[in-house]
């Protein structure tokens, strides 16, 4: 008979298996305790040659497995192991975007944010198990030491069913940083709700389910503060907002600085790019770019847009005369090429 960890380990991670094996014979009886007595849960084979603790253990406590068993030739057997789990340096704690329940657009990725450096990142992928229905093609990218997201080679499907299993309690991440506490999330993609936005015919074009539906005259960002091309993803929807320059680092009261209140806006990048209503610029929508840098259209096709849709829907910018989007901004994952992608940035 054997154990594992063996008699007097030091520093099992919680997640490590705990189990015990027999070779010509069978187990009898196990019992896995803490330092409090308190027992912890376990599975026998239906062949009673090994048996495995069925939930994980505490950091930095003690804990002792008793095993009994029988020899094929009736004998008895007992062996115990004495074994202290280790004292991480750090707790790492996850949170996700988007969270369980949610519907979201073709175009959302899925963003995992530690709340501390992860030194092993393939360690963390491993712990993040992701399942689709239908099945997708998708890899992990690292933003930062502690970001890291996952989205398809393509636009999800409208209809797919994602299940995320986020197992990291326990989980060794390198530098004495451990997994905290596990997250779960079941999320479904809704309808393909994608817009095109065109600084030079001054129109977006909304489609649903590859149909185009209506043509939204626009007003983008005029010469200065040109709206940055590229392949947004909707992040937020709000009414009655405040759009705030100082929000994105240009103080309010600044020449180039605004606080204007609007009764639809929808968040498209970190930076302050939104979509919103605008009824100040009815005049020049359709026709010239105006803006300090968000699309600028009536409350009626702002409030009708933002009805239709959910975060996770794709805004293509081109033709703004603005720079490139950064992926870092916002969710601008889609700004970097699936070939750089499945590289992961680690």
Known sequence: MSISPGNKAADVAPGDPITVAAVGGRITQVALKNDDGRPVAGTLSPDSTTWQAAEPLGFDRRYTVSAKAEGSDGKPASLTSSFRTITPRLKADLSMNPQDGQTVGVGQPLAFYFDVDIPNKRAAEQAIQITTTPHVTGAFYWFNDSEVHWRPKEYWPSGTKISVRATIYGRNFGGGV??????????????????????????????????????????????????????????????????????????????????????????????GIFYHSAPWSVGDQGHRNVSHGCINMTTENAAWLQRISQKGDIIVVKNSGGPRLESWDGLGDWQIPWPEWVKGNR
């Open 178 to 271: 451990f997994g905290n506490e596990d997250r779960v999330a079941n999320v479904t993609v809704g309808k393909a709700i994608t817009a095109v936005a065109d600084g030079g015919t001054h129109q977006m074009t909304v489609a649903i389910d590859g149909k185009v539906v209506r043509t939204i005259p626009i007003a983008m960002g005029k010469p200065g503060n040109e709206t940055p091309f590229g392949t947004y993803v909707v992040m937020s929807e709000h009414t009655n907002y405040t759009m705030d320059s100082s929000t994105y680092g240009v103080p309010a009261d600044s020449p180039l600085g605004y606080r204007t209140h609007v009764e639809i806006a929808t968040r498209m990048s970190n930076s």
